[in-house]
């Protein structure tokens, strides 16, 4: 149990479609965060929110939209996506910005396939 | 750039063989320095952690890892590893706000 809930676990979707991944902790954090996970590559920070305020958007594209509406879940809002985006989106929460007592929790990730 | 990077995407041990992973990372301010793991069909957690003090830190199953100031390093070790070790490492820093920076994680598998 991670405390850090991600639905679907996988998902594909063709280029035209909408679709939203979602996310809930069960921690009492105040920040939540979504990375992306692509095979050999670094882990890639796309927003963070802190309180409910996006705090950290890092040059995503618009086609991957981010909502908070309560401390305690995270949407990612996909739509006209590309095959590039096919990846492991992975959602995280943390109290504060995850230094000092209180790193990052993560959440088992949405497995992505863009068709 | 911040940057984090891991020597190798890809070891194989047997077991009792001792490990050690590599990571250097480009940061110039003070570091929080981290290790997470994620075994097969789970999610990252987190191994160890250096924030300030002692620079050698003990994780979770025997893990330990190094913070070298002069070397930007934060090698992770374990001097016997086993098969339930297999797994994916990541290193990562902190680098202020709401920023974690990550490598590209390596890969180990551990032949029983």
């Known amino acids: 149990e991670t405390g850090v809930t991600q639905t679907p676990r996988h998902l594909v979707m063709g280029m035209t479609n909408k679709k939203s991944l979602k996310c809930e902790q069960h921690?009492?954090?105040?920040?939540m965060y979504w990375y992306k996970q692509s095979a050999k590559k670094p882990l890639e920070l796309m927003f963070v929110?802190?309180?409910?305020?996006?705090?950290e958007n890092n040059s995503v594209p618009s086609r991957f939209s981010p909502e908070c509406p309560n401390s305690s879940h995270l949407f990612l809002h996909l739509h006209t996506l590309q095959p590039e985006d096919s990846a492991l989106y992975l959602c995280?929460?943390?109290?504060?910005?995850?230094?000092?007592?209180?790193?990052?929790?993560f959440g088992n990730g949405t497995r992505l396939t863009v068709t | 750039a911040q940057s984090v990077s891991q020597h190798n995407h890809h070891v194989i041990l047997s077991e009792a063989a001792s490990l050690e992973l590599g990571c250097n990372y480009s940061?110039?301010?003070?570091?929080?320095l981290f290790w997470y793991v994620q075994y097969p069909g789970q999610h990252l957690q987190l191994l160890l952690k250096?924030?300030?003090?002692?620079?050698l830190v003990k994780g979770i199953k025997g893990f330990e890892a190094e913070f070298i100031k002069s070397k930007f390093s934060f090698n992770l070790r374990k001097p016997s590893v086993q098969w339930s070790d297999t797994a994916e490492y990541f290193c990562?820093?902190?680098?202020?706000?709401?920023?974690?920076?990550f490598g590209a994680g390596t890969r180990l598998f551990v032949k029983a």
């Open positions: 995280a929460s943390s109290q504060g910005g995850g230094v000092g007592n209180s790193p990052l929790h």
């Open positions: 921690l009492g954090h105040n920040a």
């Open positions: 929110y802190s309180l409910e305020e996006r705090v």
């Open positions: 940061y110039g301010g003070t570091v929080n």
């Open positions: 250096y924030f300030s003090g002692d620079p």
């Open positions: 990562a820093v902190y680098t202020g706000g709401f920023k974690t920076i």
